[in-house]
């Protein structure tokens, strides 16, 4: 599959005290992005942060419609986005060595980040239901209109990946250019993704494109 480059629509950030993004979600309105102590919530037409929790948020974020899951070292939150209360808690498949985290088909799917696997997963008891190869690292998880997105970050670079949820098989590869690096991913359910940017502490939005058969069924 040769990758075509992705097109950076916009770049926010970087962000007063924050040093490093990690997972990103996006519950309709606001993008929430993890920053290590603490889950943020980003306009993406004003550019500025608008609330924040003050949680452990070292990795993948998602949001079901109403909660708000969160990786924090080897475990997955459940969190209350209106107060910030934890009102659950699974374990996370990779012990510790999780990264993105999305929300589809009433399941958490968490990106394993060194183990190259995306791991389907029971929200309720965090019992793995099935696992998909990837052949690079993987960050960044997320589902749209069918379609199973990763993103990688390896050797310094990074891409953005749709992927077989069967067979784990390439479909469709975007490049970031040299040096921008994707931590966490998160579709808005239109043209755009969401991308946490590492250690430059930024967010990045970059296009979707829509030119790629779907498969139905997510």
Sequence with gaps: MKPTSAEILREYGPFPEIERVAGVSFDGQRVWFA??????????????????LDVA???????????????????????DPKTGAVLGTIPAPGNGGDSGLAWAEGSLWVGQHRGRRIHQVDPDTGTVLRTIESDRFVTGVTWVEGELWHATWE???SEVR????????????????????VSGLESDRGDRFFCGGGGSGKVRAIRRPRHAPRRAGA
Excluded at 35 to 52: H, K, T, Y
Excluded at 57 to 79: C, N, P, S
């Design 35 to 52: 920053s290590g102590d603490r889950l943020n919530a980003l306009d993406p037409e004003s550019g500025e942060i608008v609330g924040a």
């Design 155 to 157: 050797d310094d670079a």
């Design 57 to 79: 948020a070292h990795a993948g974020t998602a949001f079901d419609g109403k909660h708000l899951f969160q990786i924090a070292e080897a475990v997955i939150r459940k969190i």
């Design 162 to 181: 749709r992927v077989d949820p069967d067979t784990g098989e390439v479909l469709a590869c975007l490049e970031m250019p040299a040096g921008v690096n």
